[in-house]
Every structure is written in structure tokens, then in C-alpha cells.
């Protein structure tokens, strides 16, 4: 029996990692998967060594290291002990890339899948990948051509959130596709929810059908929820209280928490938002956002979701504050979000650190609002934005390439 080994780091790439299990699994029922991610791994038959550690941020990660340190330790001795014929590094670099030699002094074969940000900060990791791996897939089109550069067997393979959202789109419902739509299986295309969809969605959700949403996400990192929760919910007041909006139009609000969000940790900003008639959803992301009329977003793949689902947007973050300032120092980026950087302009507004205030983001709803042209616009840069993905399937691709690495290997 082939054994493959995959590695995930944070909720993004154990969900990736989820979605190629099932892959793999379709393709090859008579396979053994061990790996490092968490409930949505595991629920896709992978046998798990140990759980995902959201570390990120230096002083995030210096209060992780011994957590860390034990993680590898247990990754490095399943190397030794199952020696599986592909290894799957997901994102992760620190610690993947420190994996990787264990590997190849193993000789073990090894797929890099969701390429480090070579392209915004230490851009001389594209030498030490390409001295270690045997091939790599990646998210984004200007990706390939990075590695191609310095040697590297790579493949952009699309997007695997395009293949969340298209199941989510198509599950149980004929109400999905609109004229020249794809069908569930036939790649992202320009699948959108139409309006019943929009309606039955929101009844499920407890929300009502005929009042536009005003969607929160507030990321799925522990420094992420802990900062960004409480402006959040500020923003939540400021709107409601602010006469231009309620003279126009009578938001309802939600905020959708990652799968993997231990909600007893941020029990008292929970609290807060449901007493501002907040709902608070987990594991129903996409849902939310396909049937959202706005969203506040942390930066990070939600950005993306909230691209393909054409949502107007406003991207906010927070760091330490000596986080930030190093981060300024060593990383070399126009921006920050995933649209802005596929579109290479400003297509939405970015407020950082102190910026990512009530007072600025409700303005920038207000705009959004109340400025057709812009709204307009952001749309437009969206769908440019979103046209390298269609009719790519990430996970069924990626599967494929991990097969073809096992029969080279035997």
C-alpha cells in the first residue's frame, strides 16, 4: 500500500490539505494517508500525528515555539518510521521546508503545494526550495513563473476554494446556476447564487430574506480573532447607529467563525456582538458570503472567497506592534491582499493597524454604498481578477501529480 504525508500548518492550508485527502481518496481508495492538520483532515480519512498550530507573528510564534518543537519532532519520526513515497508540504515554510530535509536525506520524494509569499518577503527561499523539492503546485499564475525561473518542476493549479465554494453552490439544489454557469464538477467558472438561492440560504441561516447582510470575518488566527473581534464589533455599533445608513437601508449582521475557532477563548466579544443582534455562524463561510451585500475581511485567503463571490469589501488587519514594524522593514509589497496583488492596483481599501478603526471602515462601507462607480469598479477588477481560475480544479490536479510522483518513485 503507497503512503503519502501531508503537512499543514494553519486552518487555510488544513483545509486545502481536507480537500485533496478526498481527492486522492477518489482517485486511489487503496492509499494511506498520514499527516500533521485537524477536524476536516481527519474527516477525509487522513490519520493524523498531530494537530495544526495557528502560530504567525513573531511574538505569536515565540509563544508557540515549544508547541512547534514537538510537532516536528513527532513529523520527523513518522518520516522514519512510515517512510511514505510522497510527502505534501502545505504553505508553512519554517517548519515545512526544515521537514523537507529530513526527507530528502530520506530520499523521499516531495511536492510542495501552496508556495511560501516568495514574492513579498525572503525571496531567497526560491533557491533553497528548488534545492530541496522534487516538484511544485502552486495557487497563483505569477507563482509559476518564479520557480520556473530557478529550475523548479512547478504547475499553477488553480485554486481549491473554488472547489469549496462550487460544492457549497451545488449541494443539494437545482436553484444554482445561472445562464452558461458550469455544473458541479465542471470547474469555478462565473458560478453564481441566484437570487432564491440567495433567499433559501439566508432563511437557513436564520437570517431574513428580504434584508440586506452586512458580513464580519474576523480570521481564523488566535491574534487575528483577538484583535480584530473587538473593532468589529464597534462597527457593528457605529453602523447601526449612523442616520444615513438606517435611513436607507436596515442591515442585519453576521459574523461566520472558522471551523476550527475555539469559541470559548473569545466568549465575552461573542457575547457582545449577539447582544448588538449579531449572528454568529461557524463553519458556514461561504454560505455567508453568498448571500452577503458588503463584508469587513481579514486579510487572508477569505479575501479570495470574497472575490469569487463578488462581494464588495473592505480589508482590514492588525499585528503587534513590533510585529508590524518588522514586518514593514523585511517585507516588500504594494499590498497586502490577495485582490489587490492579483489586480495590481488598490481594487479594495486596505486599513492597517490603527487605520482598521470603526470610524474609517464604516466610512468605506458608506462609500461602497452609497458610490455606484466605485462599487462598480471593484466588481470589475474582481472578475478580471478571477479569470486565471476558471475551469481549474487544484485538488484533483494536485492528486494527479502526487500519483504520477509515486509511480516515478516505484
Not at 481527492?23 to 494517508?33: E, F, S, V, Y
Not at 519532532?73 to 508540504?89: G, I, N, T
Not at 462598480?376 to 490536479?397: N, Q
Request: aromatic share 8%.
Amino acid at each position: 500500500m503507497a503512503t503519502v504525508m501531508i503537512v499543514s500548518g494553519e486552518s487555510s492550508g488544513e483545509l486545502y490539505g481536507s480537500l485533496l485527502a478526498k481527492a486522492l481518496k477518489t482517485q486511489w481508495t487503496d492509499l494511506n494517508i498520514i499527516g500533521i492538520g485537524g477536524e476536516r483532515m481527519s474527516a477525509q480519512g487522513v490519520t493524523l500525528i498531530s494537530r495544526t498550530t495557528d502560530a504567525f507573528g513573531i511574538l505569536e510564534a515565540v509563544s508557540a515555539y515549544r508547541t512547534v518543537r514537538a510537532t516536528f519532532k513527532k513529523a520527523a519520526d513518522a518520516l522514519r518510521k512510515f517512510m511514505p513515497d510522497v510527502l505534501v508540504l502545505i504553505d508553512y515554510p519554517d517548519f515545512n521546508l526544515r521537514l523537507a530535509r529530513v526527507a530528502k536525506e530520506l530520499r523521499i520524494k516531495i511536492l510542495y503545494y501552496v508556495s511560501p509569499q516568495v514574492w513579498a518577503w525572503r525571496k531567497g527561499r526560491v533557491k533553497k526550495i528548488a534545492d530541496i523539492v522534487d516538484r511544485m503546485a502552486v495557487l497563483f499564475p505569477f507563482e509559476e513563473e518564479i520557480y520556473k525561473k530557478a529550475g523548479v518542476d512547478c504547475e499553477f493549479v488553480g485554486h481549491p476554494i473554488s472547489e469549496e465554494i462550487e460544492a457549497v453552490l451545488t449541494e443539494k439544489t437545482d436553484e444554482t446556476s445561472l445562464p452558461g454557469s458550469p455544473s458541479a464538477g465542471e470547474g469555478m467558472g462565473w458560478l453564481t447564487p441566484t437570487t432564491n438561492l440567495r433567499a433559501n440560504f439566508k432563511v437557513a441561516l436564520g437570517l431574513y430574506p428580504d434584508k440586506p447582510l452586512l458580513s464580519l470575518l474576523p480570521g481564523s488566527r488566535p491574534h487575528e480573532l483577538k484583535r480584530l473581534l473587538p473593532v468589529m464589533t464597534a462597527v457593528v455599533r457605529r453602523f447601526k447607529s449612523d442616520p444615513e445608513i438606517h435611513s436607507r437601508e436596515n442591515y442585519q449582521f453576521c459574523v461566520p467563525l472558522a471551523q476550527n475557532t475555539d469559541k470559548g477563548k473569545y466568549q465575552s466579544c461573542i457575547e457582545e456582538l449577539r447582544q448588538e443582534g449579531v449572528l454568529i455562524t461557524q463553519g458556514e463561510t461561504v454560505k455567508i458570503l453568498a448571500v452577503s451585500d458588503m463584508a469587513v475581511v481579514c486579510s487572508g485567503t477569505a479575501t479570495l472567497q470574497t472575490v469569487f463571490l463578488e462581494v464588495p469589501m473592505v480589508v482590514v488587519y492588525k499585528l503587534s506592534l513590533l510585529s508590524y514594524l518588522i514586518g514593514k522593514l523585511i517585507i516588500n509589497v504594494d499590498y497586502i491582499s490577495l485582490v489587490n496583488i492579483l489586480s495590481g492596483r488598490e481594487t479594495v481599501r486596505e486599513l492597517l493597524q490603527d487605520e482598521a478603526n470603526p470610524e474609517t471602515v464604516t466610512s468605506e462601507l458608506k462609500k461602497i454604498m452609497f458610490d455606484a462607480k466605485y462599487k462598480e469598479e471593484m466588481l470589475h477588477y474582481y472578475r478580471l481578477s478571477k479569470e486565471p481560475f476558471i475551469d481549474k480544479h487544484a485538488s484533483k490536479r494536485v492528486a494527479e501529480i502526487i500519483m504520477e510522483m509515486i509511480r516515478e518513485r516505484n
